[in-house]
């Protein structure tokens, strides 16, 4: 809850909007303790009984955001909002409708892959840039600032699963004209729970290429 | 336009670049009709050429858990101050 021990200082008024798809860990338990200390204003629970996926995780979250602009992050700490300010300030100067924090330039970086990690997100990156040109340097982040109205439209016209639907959404973003800028991020691989990439995802990436190929 | 689109527009264009070479004299035949089989090695070098580059040049961080372990154990700090209650582990 870094961003909520800072944000007021710097007289931005924002609400943090948890989506917990009945997570056996006790999240739920922790976020009531924490609208005890921050106030039920600031912290919201939006609940789901079951794991339902991750585009209709975002409509849902975004049902209870009563803000302009929306940031989406992983709540498991890969991504760190110290970087919340940088994409503020990004959107601000630029007036962007979207700021994607990109892991692939100076200033960002990844912690804990191997090298087959590091080999297959190259691969999969060159390949999506050859064939796809997104004039994104990350497709497959999903730390981003969106102007509220143009993701409400995004998350009703993607339908991919997964990592596929971050390519999705701003591949689609990008064909729309939307004005796109980036800021460097760095990810910790997740400490809790272990990170997934096996030949079931690599097929869904090939499968997500394809479509988008021919959708947009 | 799809860019599916886009993209067969190019490979017509250079189809069509390569059948003119093909029909007239300026290259020999038997030269020019090895051209798109040139065309695809050099798709696939640069493709393996940006994969290396991207290896070599890819950005770490290890600094960042590190400092991220200390963010961690500050808020614990901080939350258990506050009076919340988030487990031991």
């Given at each position: 809850?870094?961003?909520?021990?800072?944000?007021?200082?710097?007289?931005?008024?924002?609400?943090?909007?948890?989506?917990?798809?009945?997570?056996?860990?006790?999240?739920?338990?922790i976020i009531k303790q924490l609208q005890q200390v921050y106030g039920d204003g600031r912290i919201i629970l939006a609940a789901r009984p079951k794991k339902l996926g991750l585009g209709t995780a975002y409509a849902h979250g975004l049902k209870h955001a009563s803000g302009n602009f929306v940031v989406i992050m992983d709540a498991d700490l890969s991504h760190h909002p110290k970087y919340l300010p940088s994409f503020i300030k990004k959107q601000m100067e630029t007036g962007a409708s979207?700021?994607?924090?990109?892991?692939?330039?100076?200033?960002?970086?990844?912690?804990?892959?191997?090298?087959?990690?590091k080999l297959t997100s190259r691969g999969a990156n060159v390949l999506a840039h050859t064939i796809l040109w997104p004039g994104v340097s990350d497709l497959t982040g999903s730390f981003r600032l969106y102007r509220k109205s143009v993701l409400e439209n995004l998350i009703s016209s993607c339908v991919s699963k997964g990592y596929v639907f971050q390519m999705e959404m701003i591949v689609r973003a990008s064909r729309q004209g939307h004005h796109i800028e980036e800021v460097p991020i760095t990810f910790v691989d997740r400490l809790y729970g272990s990170s997934k990439l096996g030949g079931s995802e690599i097929v869904e990436y090939l499968k997500g290429l394809v479509y988008l190929l021919f959708a947009t | 336009m799809k860019h599916i689109v886009k993209i067969?527009?190019?490979?017509?264009?250079?189809?069509?670049?390569?059948?003119?070479?093909?029909?007239?004299?300026?290259?020999?035949?038997?030269?020019?009709?090895?051209?798109?089989?040139?065309?695809?090695?050099?798709?696939?070098?640069?493709?393996?050429?940006?994969v290396g580059i991207g290896l070599m040049r890819f950005p770490t961080c290890p600094?960042?858990?590190?400092?991220?372990?200390?963010?961690?154990?500050?808020?614990?700090?901080?939350?258990?101050?506050?009076?919340?209650?988030?487990?031991?582990?």
């Amino acid at each position: 809850m870094w961003g909520v021990g800072i944000a007021p200082k710097r007289n931005i008024d924002f609400e943090v909007i948890v989506v917990d798809d009945g997570s056996p860990d006790g999240t739920q338990e922790i976020i009531k303790q924490l609208q005890q200390v921050y106030g039920d204003g600031r912290i919201i629970l939006a609940a789901r009984p079951k794991k339902l996926g991750l585009g209709t995780a975002y409509a849902h979250g975004l049902k209870h955001a009563s803000g302009n602009f929306v940031v989406i992050m992983d709540a498991d700490l890969s991504h760190h909002p110290k970087y919340l300010p940088s994409f503020i300030k990004k959107q601000m100067e630029t007036g962007a409708s979207i700021v994607t924090g990109t892991r692939y330039v100076s200033g960002g970086g990844v912690h804990g892959w191997n090298l087959l990690r590091k080999l297959t997100s190259r691969g999969a990156n060159v390949l999506a840039h050859t064939i796809l040109w997104p004039g994104v340097s990350d497709l497959t982040g999903s730390f981003r600032l969106y102007r509220k109205s143009v993701l409400e439209n995004l998350i009703s016209s993607c339908v991919s699963k997964g990592y596929v639907f971050q390519m999705e959404m701003i591949v689609r973003a990008s064909r729309q004209g939307h004005h796109i800028e980036e800021v460097p991020i760095t990810f910790v691989d997740r400490l809790y729970g272990s990170s997934k990439l096996g030949g079931s995802e690599i097929v869904e990436y090939l499968k997500g290429l394809v479509y988008l190929l021919f959708a947009t | 336009m799809k860019h599916i689109v886009k993209i067969l527009c190019i490979l017509v264009a250079v189809a069509a670049f390569w059948i003119g070479l093909l029909q007239s004299a300026v290259v020999p035949r038997s030269q020019a009709l090895l051209l798109p089989v040139y065309l695809i090695i050099t798709l696939g070098c640069y493709g393996l050429l940006m994969v290396g580059i991207g290896l070599m040049r890819f950005p770490t961080c290890p600094q960042e858990a590190v400092l991220l372990q200390q963010d961690i154990i500050e808020a614990k700090d901080f939350l258990k101050q506050k009076g919340v209650d988030i487990g031991s582990d």
